[in-house]
């Protein structure tokens, strides 16, 4: 056994939950792991549709213009009846403008893309991902954690100040901190999905087979990796059926009929089962966990990753203070803002999954299109509506201002004193905390952290509903901390004294 240097965060799993968190901890220096079970890193694009929100936090990390080189084309999808005829026909992923949000619809890439663009962004802060080597438990006491890790060079115990369990939902850091995940199984819902190439299939379009047993059949061109992605509903009452090419193979031709079509040379292969759970709490003492280790839910509307990246975007920023001495109550609030948000998730996918389920192939091509296009009766899928309103962080100052504290600070164009046009977007971007002062007011004080800029210009007093004077202090993680028309010298100051670091 070998004991090794402390490090601030053990970081368990390097899916995306993982690597947003490292990036975003180690672009403010802290000391972190990243330990990986596999040991390699996963092929195959499962989640491919990262949302606006998403997109925006990928933005601050440095990492969207990299992922962007390996997004698909938004090719039409293609909707069949039992019949094989096609009943609608549409681009299901571009959505129109939203106010104040620069990329309203999704990027389309496969989560292997997105792993592989934040592992290079790790890699930039000298971090990589440790292959091969598994959490197996921990020990707590007052001062930190002791995390044990397996790999081949043998046990090894690593001391940190905290652990973070993003391993996903069969998460052992979860079981080893008594942490439970209620909920249910769907048993009888299973899906294979994977990546292989297909023969004879035109490949301008995505393929949706609606109406039959257990689901849709898909299968989704990839040009960019030269496969196609599918996902395929398994009998009800199957069991032990091989995860293989020609099973996918069978159950294509039993669902469209179509002949001359032939699948081969598989990338990725596996079986995916329906489970709605989620945790009753996001942290025990030192452990916290993120993404699908603390919640999963339905596939309709692609929301798992996209939600788990905004988990550890919320995390990280906070674990990064409380490091530096700030108050660990200040992790409560991560609980506090995330939960709900899962909650909805979970209830909000199995009730858009039971819709298109009880749905014609012309309905629901209706419903996933509409939902994609920011009309869903469920919940808006592009995530820019999640907001912390009601959160012990949000301070609102006053009502005379139409942004309210706690809702996602949204981009606008500016004049931000120097003359210059500028975007919210990059004032915002980084590790600080940025205070946007309208009007003439003067300035309260402000902590040396904070980057202070007074802006004018219509479009970003519309965004923000100011008529006259308005201060907006926006977190790390482009949420409104504070939000009003009037202040005074210590308004800002009082709020940051609250989560002050030492
Ligand atoms: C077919 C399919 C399609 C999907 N489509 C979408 C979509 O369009 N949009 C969307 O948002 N989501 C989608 N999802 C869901 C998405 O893939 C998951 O929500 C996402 O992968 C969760 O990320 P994560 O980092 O929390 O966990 P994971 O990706 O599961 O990563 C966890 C990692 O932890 C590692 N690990 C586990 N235990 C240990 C241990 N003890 N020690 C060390 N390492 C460990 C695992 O090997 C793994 O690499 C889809 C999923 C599937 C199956």
Redesign the pocket.
């Known amino acids: 056994m070998e004991a090794s240097a402390a490090t601030e965060v053990v970081i ?8 947003t968190l490292a990036c975003d901890l180690a672009r403010r220096g802290v000391g972190v792991r990243i ?4 040991r390699r890193f ?1 092929v195959g ?5 990262v ?1 606006g929100r998403t997109q925006e936090v990928f933005e601050d990390l440095g990492v969207l213009d990299a992922l962007r080189g390996h997004a698909e084309a938004p090719l039409p999808s293609r909707f069949y009846d039992k019949d094989g005829n096609t009943v609608r026909e549409a681009v299901m992923y571009d959505a129109p403008p939203v106010p104040g949000a620069p990329y309203p619809g999704s990027l389309m890439a496969g ?1 292997h893309h997105t792993e592989a663009v934040l592992r290079e962004r790790l890699a930039s802060h000298g971090i990589a991902v440790e292959l091969g ?4 438990g921990y020990a707590e006491d007052g001062e930190g954690v002791t995390a044990v890790l397996r790999s081949v060079g043998g046990r090894e115990e690593v001391r940190a100040r905290y652990v973070v369990g ?8 979860r079981k080893r901190a008594g942490i439970s995940f209620l909920g249910e199984t769907w048993e009888r819902q299973r ?1 294979l ?1 994977g990546n292989l190439t297909a023969d004879g299939l035109d490949d301008s379009v995505a393929h949706l087979w609606a109406e039959g047993p257990g689901g849709m059949l898909s299968l989704a061109p990839m040009p960019r990796s030269g496969t196609w992605f599918f ?1 395929a509903p398994l009998p009800a009452d199957g069991g032990g059926e091989p995860v293989s090419v020609e099973a996918f193979a069978k159950l294509f031709a039993e669902r469209t009929g179509l002949s001359g079509v032939a699948f081969r040379d598989p990338v990725y292969l ?1 079986v ?1 089962q329906v489970n709605i759970r989620m945790v009753d709490r996001y942290r025990a003492g030192r452990v916290l966990l ?4 603390a919640h ?1 839910h339905p ?1 309709a509307g ?7 990246v905004q988990d550890a975007y919320n995390l990280g920023w906070k674990l990064a203070r409380v490091l530096r001495g700030a108050p660990e109550s200040l992790l409560d609030t991560y609980e506090e803002e995330r939960m709900p948000v899962a909650r909805h998730v979970l209830d909000t996918t199995t009730a858009r999954g039971r819709h298109w389920a009880a749905s014609g192939p012309a309905q629901v091509a209706d419903r996933m299109v509409g939902a994609f296009q920011g009309k869903d009766p469920f919940s808006d899928v592009s995530g820019l509506g999640v907001h912390y309103r009601g959160s012990s962080l949000a301070r609102q100052l006053d009502e005379s201002i139409g942004v309210r504290a706690g809702d996602r600070a949204p981009d606008a164009h500016a004049d931000a004193g120097t003359g210059e046009r500028v975007r919210l977007f990059d004032l915002f971007r980084g590790t600080h905390f940025t205070l946007l002062l309208f009007g003439n007011r003067p300035a309260p004080d402000t902590p040396a952290e904070v980057r202070v800029h007074r802006i004018a210009g219509d479009e970003a007093a519309r965004r923000y509903g100011v008529e006259g004077d308005g201060l907006v202090l926006v977190r790390p993680d482009g949420y409104v901390a504070l939000a009003g028309g009037a202040w005074d010298d210590r308004s800002v100051a009082d709020y940051l004294a609250l989560l002050a670091v030492e």
């Open positions: 368990v799993g390097a899916g995306p939950v993982g690597l330990v990986e079970r596999a996963q694009t499962r989640a491919r549709g949302r989560q080597c598994e959490f197996t993003c391993d996903g939902a069969g998460s052992t850091v899906m999905f996902t596996s995916y993120a993404g699908d280790a999963v596939p692609g929301q798992g990753m996209n939600t788990g």
